[in-house]
């Protein structure tokens, strides 16, 4: 059964940083591309990074490119997800996905940016 | 980026009627290698989404067959053949054919009459 299970969301001031993780099982993870993406209160689905099988491609929405890196470690089955220079604009549900295609997905991850 | 627009935004249905949303694409979403990479996904409240349809019409594995996805090039469409309860929830077409970044349309809100 594959599994995703998010953590790292918080309440941060804007400006400051966090880093969410997304510990994966149940397939092998160093075959697929895996992804993030949000969803604000009460919003819609809105696609935020993705990142290749090895790790050696990855890409952004305008929304976060330069401040959101994106990266994975396939020996711990995890996908990481940087988030620097937060604004008020990216507090959300945070999820991730496998595969290009969001195959299956995590429960999410809150963040919130507020002072 | 390429612009997915749904239709209708709200869908009230009575319970065992069909139900029907459609999803627009500003560009063809056929890719090179001949396939067309439309999904469908649907949110019930409260939970994560979940993936129902890849590739158009390719249902997921566990999804009932009363969902059943349909269309090419920028004109696609959702139908459910009889609404159940469990159905309530939003429902978004995701295009993965133009970029990453990949786009999703704005979501249709599925409630019973």
């Known amino acids: 059964e594959v599994q995703l299970l998010e953590s790292g969301g918080d309440l941060v001031q804007p400006g400051g940083s966090l880093r969410l993780s997304c510990a994966a099982s149940?397939?092998?993870?160093?075959?697929?591309?895996m992804i993030w993406v949000r969803q604000a209160p009460g919003k819609g689905l809105e696609w935020v990074s993705a990142i290749s099988n090895s790790g050696g491609s990855t890409y952004y929405a305008d929304s976060v490119k330069g401040r959101f890196t994106i990266s994975r470690d396939n020996s711990k089955n995890t996908v990481y997800l940087q988030m620097n220079s937060l604004r008020a604009e990216d507090t959300a549900v945070y999820y991730c996905?496998?595969?290009?295609?969001?195959?299956?997905w995590g429960q999410g991850t809150l963040v919130t940016v507020s002072s | 980026d390429v612009v997915m627009t749904q239709s209708p935004l709200s869908l009230p249905v009575t319970l065992g009627q069909p139900a029907s949303i459609s999803c627009r694409s500003s560009?063809?979403?056929?890719?090179?290698?001949?396939?067309?990479?439309l999904n469908w996904f649907q949110q019930r409240p409260g939970q994560s989404p979940r993936r129902l349809i890849y590739k158009v019409s390719n249902r997921d594995s566990g999804v009932p067959d009363r969902f059943s996805g349909s269309g090419s090039g920028t004109d696609f469409t959702l139908k459910i053949s009889r609404v159940e309860a469990e159905d309530v929830g939003v429902y978004y077409c995701m295009q993965g054919t133009h970029g990453p970044p990949h786009t999703f349309g704005q979501g249709t809100k599925l409630e019973i009459k």
């Open positions: 560009q063809s979403l056929v890719y090179s290698d001949g396939n067309t990479y």
């Open positions: 149940g397939f092998t993870f160093s075959s697929y591309a």
């Open positions: 996905a496998v595969n290009w295609n969001g195959d299956y």
